[in-house]
């Protein structure tokens, strides 16, 4: 098995089995569970509003795992391991990405079609919602590892990932929003955006990795 695909399969367990899939599911399904008690029963409203609703919860749930991303295995010296058996900084972050966003990005995407349920959402919403989750998720996951690397063995690295990545996010929560409400140029807009941050953080989280490593 090559060093990559261990990586990915490494991230995938660390998924199922440290609550990485859990936890940020449950936050998902939770905010929609308590949205319509905030704002109330009206279904017209609810199904107005319910695709950005979606989109900001998927935001705050990608946040949730970001801790575990990197530190733990820059401070065991796993990465230390990839890179003396010649992967660069930037592959191993890439790989982590990759099963990052297979770890979390298809149960949101399952979880997606309860919440919309819960939100009142037409099939056509949910469906134009499933395509731009399946667009814009692997940009939230580029995000959360370049995040994740950028604050690794920081004092209050999960503030200091809310205060990094939530401000790249805003792109990804206004065309995914407006994805929603079938608008063809947002939904052309957030590939585009996800297609940037994934081809860029890997170097920006290798780069903070390897920085890490003084």
Same mark, same amino acid.
């Given at each position: 098995?090559?060093?990559?695909?261990?990586?990915?399969?490494?991230?995938?367990?660390?998924?199922?089995?440290?609550?990485?899939?859990?936890?940020?599911?449950?936050?998902?399904?939770?905010?929609?569970?308590?949205?319509?008690?905030?704002?109330?029963?009206?279904?017209?409203?609810?199904?107005?509003?319910? /695709?950005?609703?979606?989109?900001?919860?998927?935001?705050?749930?990608?946040?949730?795992?970001?801790?575990?991303?990197?530190?733990?295995?820059?401070?065991?010296?796993?990465?230390?391991?990839?890179?003396?058996?010649?992967?660069?900084?930037?592959?191993?972050?890439?790989?982590?990405?990759?099963?990052?966003?297979?770890?979390?990005?298809?149960?949101? !995407?399952?979880?997606?079609?309860?919440?919309?349920?819960?939100?009142?959402?037409?099939?056509?919403?949910?469906?134009?919602?499933?395509?731009?989750?399946?667009?814009?998720?692997? /940009?939230?996951?580029?995000? /959360?590892?370049?995040?994740?690397?950028?604050?690794?063995? !920081?004092?209050?690295?999960?503030?200091?990932? /809310?205060?990094?990545?939530?401000?790249?996010?805003?792109?990804?929560?206004?065309?995914?929003?407006?994805?929603?409400?079938?608008?063809?140029?947002?939904?052309?807009?957030?590939?585009?955006?996800?297609?940037?941050?994934?081809?860029?953080?890997?170097?920006?989280?290798?780069?903070?990795?390897?920085?890490?490593r003084g």
């Amino acid at each position: 098995m090559s060093a990559v695909a261990a990586i990915i399969l490494r991230e995938l367990r660390r998924s199922w089995t440290s609550g990485g899939l859990v936890l940020p599911v449950a936050f998902f399904l939770l905010t929609a569970i308590l949205f319509p008690f905030a704002v109330g029963p009206d279904g017209q409203l609810l199904a107005r509003i319910g /695709g950005g609703v979606i989109w900001a919860a998927a935001l705050l749930a990608a946040l949730l795992p970001v801790e575990r991303l990197v530190g733990p295995d820059a401070e065991s010296g796993m990465i230390d391991q990839f890179v003396a058996r010649g992967l660069s900084d930037a592959t191993v972050a890439a790989a982590k990405m990759a099963g990052h966003w297979l770890g979390f990005a298809p149960s949101l !995407l399952a979880a997606t079609v309860i919440a919309s349920a819960l939100l009142r959402l037409p099939g056509e919403a949910l469906l134009r919602i499933e395509i731009a989750l399946a667009l814009g998720t692997p /940009g939230l996951a580029a995000l /959360g590892i370049a995040t994740a690397a950028l604050t690794s063995g !920081l004092r209050g690295a999960g503030a200091l990932a /809310g205060l990094v990545m939530l401000p790249f996010a805003i792109p990804l929560l206004i065309f995914g929003a407006g994805a929603v409400d079938g608008e063809v140029g947002a939904l052309k807009l957030l590939a585009a955006v996800s297609l940037v941050l994934v081809a860029g953080c890997p170097f920006v989280a290798g780069a903070a990795m390897k920085m890490g490593r003084g």
